[in-house]
């Protein structure tokens, strides 16, 4: 005596056969996302550094008003609006470099117009005061190799692949 499961059961059909016709079939699952390309990751890692030292300059911004001469800065609410405006940048730097893992575009845009607003700041910067040129020079270079990273390469064709992948998922709705 056997004990197996009938010839007729639906689980012993092989793979190649088509599904029973009672069965509905599933909707195709959406593609697998790619990952980020290792440049990028690096970018990623610098952006999120970058975002929490600006919240560490916020927050000893807003202790510099206990500092007795701090009139340079506006007395005591000047300091204090100054280090909360710089924490809310380190926030909004934290946001974009997570946007930029999942390769949002808009976080790619972002990036790319604070990278020009830093290399034309190092740029007066060093008209201004040359003393402190090889600074300026490398937030330069931190800046052009960034935006190049976000769009040549490796980088850009991710944000390419990754932006044709949500453009079909609002197209089909998935």
């Known amino acids: 005596m056997t004990t197996g499961t009938p010839a007729n059961d639906p689980s012993r059909v092989s793979a190649h056969a088509s599904p029973p016709a009672h069965e509905p079939e599933r909707p195709p699952q959406p593609p697998m996302r790619h990952r980020p390309p290792a440049e990028l990751i690096a970018v990623v890692v610098l952006t999120y550094i970058a975002g929490f030292l600006a919240i560490g300059v916020g927050i000893l911004f807003i202790l510099l008003r206990y500092v007795v001469d701090n009139g340079m800065f506006g007395g005591s609410f000047g300091v204090t609006l100054i280090g909360a405006?710089?924490?809310?940048?380190?926030?909004?730097?934290?946001?974009?470099?997570?946007?930029?893992?999942?390769?949002?575009?808009?976080?790619?845009?972002?990036?790319?117009?604070?990278?020009?607003?830093?290399?034309?700041?190092?740029?007066?910067?060093?008209?201004?005061?040359?003393?402190?040129?090889?600074?300026?020079?490398?937030?330069?270079?931190?800046?052009?190799?960034?935006?190049?990273?976000?769009?040549?390469?490796?980088?850009?064709?991710?944000?390419?692949?990754?932006?044709?992948?949500?453009?079909?998922?609002?197209?089909?709705?998935?």
Not at 112 to 137: H, P
Request: glycine share 6%; charged share 10%; hydrophobic share 60%.
């Open 85 to 174: 405006v710089v924490i809310l940048l380190g926030l909004f730097i934290i946001a974009l470099a997570s946007a930029l893992t999942r390769g949002k575009h808009y976080a790619r845009v972002l990036t790319t117009i604070a990278m020009a607003a830093e290399f034309a700041l190092a740029v007066i910067a060093l008209v201004v005061d040359a003393t402190s040129y090889w600074f300026e020079i490398a937030l330069m270079a931190a800046a052009v190799l960034t935006t190049v990273v976000l769009w040549v390469g490796r980088g850009g064709r991710y944000f390419a692949h990754i932006s044709a992948q949500d453009a079909a998922r609002r197209q089909t709705g998935l």
